[in-house]
């Protein structure tokens, strides 16, 4: 038992002398990020969802970074107005149906107002996302598709943050009682 300690704390000792030179190293001249592209893997905490250019946890560069950012201040002042105003409707349909005597034309005509919004606001996030594609190079996109079709074939990430084990209700291991 002693033997086996002592050869584990020697390889332990010797990949950490090793791989120190390594942690040291400038990064744009190791081959790795080359300066003017902004890794976002690098950075914890970065984006992860969806199809998005942070998703696919690819390199931009500062000029993709501010077409990309122009688009989404575009896309967030254009959906601004409708936003409130969506909230707003389901506030006012909220209120209706908890009346005593619910009007249902009225209802329905709400529910027509609400349904008309979200459909304008779906147009516009799929044209942001559209001309954000646009701003990205062939290989980015190709990440993306590969992506997609990954999460199309297997299914996303199903455990909301938590790990397998802490999965239910109860969020601990199999609790009986």
């Known amino acids: 038992m002693k033997f086996n300690r002592q ?6 000792l010797s990949s950490a002398l ?7 190293a400038d990064p744009s001249q190791a081959g790795g990020t080359p300066s003017g592209v902004v890794s976002l893997s690098d950075k914890k905490g970065a984006c992860t969802r969806g199809a998005s250019p942070c ?14 950012a122009a688009l989404k201040d575009n896309f967030l002042s254009k959906t601004a107005g409708k936003k409130v105003e969506l909230k707003g409707l389901g506030r006012q349909l909220r209120g209706l149906l908890t ?7 009225e209802a329905f005509v ?17 044209a942001f ?15 993306i598709r ?20 802490f999965a239910g209700h109860r969020g601990g291991f199999n609790r009986k009682g």
């Open 110 to 126: 709400l529910q027509e107002k609400i349904s008309t919004l979200r459909a304008d606001l779906a147009k516009e996030k799929l």
């Open 55 to 68: 998703g696919m946890k690819s390199t931009l560069t500062d000029e993709q970074l501010e077409k990309i």
């Open 129 to 143: 996302r559209l001309d954000m594609m646009s701003v990205l190079t062939d290989e980015q996109r190709e990440k």
């Open 146 to 165: 590969h992506r997609m079709l990954m999460k199309q074939a297997f299914g996303g990430h199903k455990h909301h943050g938590r790990h397998f084990a």
């Open 7 to 12: 050869v584990l704390c020697n390889l332990l």
């Open 99 to 105: 009346k005593k005597e619910v009007n249902r034309q």
């Open 18 to 24: 090793v791989g120190l030179p390594a942690l040291a």
